[in-house]
C-alpha cells in the first residue's frame, strides 16, 4: 500500500485592525506562503500587484511594508480554513477542515462591513461554514497562478469591482 504524504496545516494570524472595513478571506496558504510565513507569498501569485494597482501604488518589496499597506487602506487579511490537511497547494486538495473562527473576528472588529471571498474554495467554504453572517460577501476571482482562466486584466478589474469604495 501506497501511503501520500498529507500534511496539516495552519492558517496564520489575521492581518486586521480596528479601522479594517474589508475582510479579504483566501482559502488557506499554500506552500510557499507557509514557508516563507507571509501572505500570497508565491511570486507568481497576482495578489500583492492587484491591491496595489487598485490603490493606484508600486508593490513593496518589503513584505512588512506589504502588511501596513493592507491595514492602512483599511483592508484585512486572514483564510476561511483555520486549518486543513493536503497534499501540495492546490485548493482542490483541501479536505478535513476546521474554519478559522470569522464570526469572533466580526465580533471584534465591529467596523468590518463587507467580506471579498478570494477564489471560488475560500467562497465554497465560507459558505459551507459562515452561511448565516450577515456581513455582506462577494467573490473574487483567485489570484492564484493556478487559476489561469482569466488575465491578469480581467482579475484586476474583477477585484476593482468588488474593492470599490464603501459607503
Known amino acids: 500500500m ?8 495552519h492558517s496564520f494570524a489575521p492581518l486586521v485592525n480596528q479601522q479594517s472595513h474589508t475582510l479579504i478571506l483566501g482559502s488557506l496558504p ?32 518589503d513584505y512588512s511594508l506589504r502588511c501596513q499597506f493592507i491595514l492602512s487602506n483599511n483592508l484585512a487579511l486572514w483564510d476561511v480554513c483555520g486549518s ?19 464570526n469572533g473576528l466580526l465580533n471584534s472588529c465591529t467596523n468590518i462591513r463587507r467580506i471579498i471571498l478570494n ?18 460577501a ?7 497562478p493556478a487559476f489561469a482562466a482569466l488575465s491578469f486584466g480581467e482579475k484586476l478589474a474583477a477585484w476593482r469591482n468588488a474593492l470599490r469604495p464603501c459607503d
Do not use: C, M
Open 2 to 9: 501506497v501511503r501520500i504524504n498529507v500534511n496539516r496545516e
Open 30 to 61: 499554500g506552500a510557499e506562503s507557509l514557508r516563507r510565513q507571509q501572505y500570497y507569498a508565491h511570486p507568481r501569485n497576482a495578489f500583492w500587484r492587484i491591491v496595489y494597482a487598485i490603490f493606484e501604488s508600486k508593490p513593496d518589496e
Open 84 to 102: 486543513a490537511e493536503r497534499t501540495g497547494s492546490a485548493d482542490s486538495k483541501i479536505v478535513h477542515i476546521e474554519p478559522n473562527d470569522i
Open 119 to 136: 477564489g471560488r474554495k475560500a467562497e465554497k467554504e465560507y459558505h459551507r461554514f459562515f452561511s448565516s453572517l450577515t456581513v455582506p
Open 138 to 144: 462577494v467573490y473574487a476571482p483567485s489570484t492564484s
